[in-house]
């Protein structure tokens, strides 16, 4: 054990980039950093819990790596703790050595068009964290029972998140995590066909290969593709084109080559189509979306980019998701690009944007840092990246530099008073240990993972007891 004093740092958010940072940081060989982290839900992990399709149970498993993380004796965990409201960045200057931003993306980018917000039309992030029992939207209303055609807007792994999961059956959601209200909606469900649009072609297509292949296992959709649109929307070699692009181009023909089964509902894989207006009223909602026909234009880089014809498109529908990308939201007195949607940095540095330099003891790590890329792994390195960062400003420090902060009180005890005082109903990682109990529990009698629990005062009521739920 060092005999120099800990530097101390808070970890706001506790999704995977925030876990990955805080475990580079304590098992540095120098075993001086104590880790707090300060999270808004009363739960960890972020898109983990609330992102990840319930039927993607393994990418869920992740989570053990991060609960050795939080197992470790200089780690903290302070859940039900909003950053803004109970805690400001003038306090975690006051009391650390160094702040991580981990906040992640919590909204999606929007399209801009006309109709974009008539009911009816839903961002993907409200969906996903819906079928996730996100507290902020288990109260989502959804036309599900009226429907019957819903449009996907975009081409990325959460498009196909959002078709999968208004196409699987009961039976194949009944053995997973997704909220009960969910279920019981989803049963309910008569959409009876999902176009997926795409602006650009297949072989530009953000999707990747397992999620796309996965799509012919459903038991009771089809996954249709217009061989001639596939064609036509391939005429424009792409020079940048990826291994996994060229894949997902093979699994597309074989779809298109496939003929339907006549099963229950259509995914529809469509390209080359933009957007441009949500058509319906308020008292309705959304009837349709007209889109233009696009074709491809190779640009200065060779990149291909989608081009507006004179020709339209409508196709019916009485619900749209809106699946374009996320974007992160500002922290109360921290940079904030408005342009990229993430807090501005060089290589997990928060710069001063009038300036450029670097901002004493501020990083960030993940999607607020380098935008909504990559999959959870990939926050692994990129958390490295920044802790890195912080390694090198301490040995500065210690040659007198001190880029990090000086905190006037830098004592463990202290900030914790200071946040209970603020937040009496403040979550430490036993009353997480707690609810994780009581949702398994819950999960055991109808062979689920678990039973997430939705609103915020139940989980503080179970936070706060011991032991397994009673009326399991
Ligand atoms: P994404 O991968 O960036 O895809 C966004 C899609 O929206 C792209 O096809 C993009 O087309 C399109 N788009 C953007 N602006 C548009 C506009 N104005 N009009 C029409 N289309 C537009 O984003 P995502 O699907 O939200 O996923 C975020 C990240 O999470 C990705 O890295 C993804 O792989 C990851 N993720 C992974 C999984 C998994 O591993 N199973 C599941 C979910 C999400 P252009 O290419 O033309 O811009």
Redesign the pocket.
Known sequence: MTEDPPIRIAVIGSGPAGFYAAGHLLNDNSERFEVDMVERLPTPWGLVRS???PD?PK?KSVTRVYEKTAAHPRFRFFGNVHFGEHVSREDLLAHYHAIVYATGSSID?P??IPGEHLPGSHP?TEFVGWYNGHPDHRDLELALDSARRAVV?????????VARMLSLTRDELAGTDIADHALDVLEHNHIDEIVV????GPA?????N??LRELKDLLDADVIVDPAELERALAVADPHATPTAQRNVELLREYAARPPLGRRRRIVLRFLL??VALLGDPAHGVTAVELSRNELALDGDGTPR?RATAERETIPAGLVFR????RGIPLAGVPFDERLGVIPNAGGRVVDPSTGDPLRGEYVVGWIKRG?????G?NKKDAQQTVDAILADVSSAVNGDAPLLAPESPDAEAVERMLLARQPDLVPYEGWLSIDRHERALGEGSNRPRVKLTTIDEMLRIAASEGPPEDS
């Not at 530009?204 to 990747?208: G, K």
Request: glycine letters at 16%; proline letters at 7%.
């Open positions: 992102g990840v399709a993607h990418i980018r399209l801009g993907a807007i975009g081409n990325g792994n959460v498009a196909l998140d649009v795409g602006r650009r530009q297509a953000a999707f990747t397992p999620e933009s957007p989608a699946a374009i990308g996320y909504p890329s990559g999959v959870i990939t």
